[in-house]
């Protein structure tokens, strides 16, 4: 995944509880027309195409996880700490911030 600015991760975070275009505008005092622009280059940093893809990169990047949907009941689970590698030694992870 491509870096995110540190903009980008602010309205990534935003979206992740649940604010609308309109809302980030207004706690980060810019246009609603810049917020859309700064979505847009974040949806193809993570590639996502939705609001919950974005916010599902988010929050692997910043808590260094991954989630996956369990087949037995479809709800989200935390699969991987992306922190440490498969022998349980440290890694240096930050997928959203240059």
Request: with cysteine.
């Amino acid at each position: 995944m491509k870096l995110l600015t540190e903009r980008e991760e602010e309205i990534a975070m935003l979206i992740f509880l649940g604010k609308s275009n309109k809302e980030i505008a207004e706690v980060l005092f810019i246009s609603i027309d810049t917020v859309k622009t700064h979505i847009q280059k974040a949806f193809e940093k993570t590639q996502s195409k939705s609001r919950t893809d974005l916010s599902r990169a988010w929050l692997e990047c910043t808590f260094n996880v991954q989630f996956r949907r369990s087949p037995s009941d479809n709800k989200l689970k935390i699969i991987r700490n992306l922190n440490t590698t498969k022998h349980g030694e440290e890694r240096n992870y930050n997928c959203l911030q240059s």
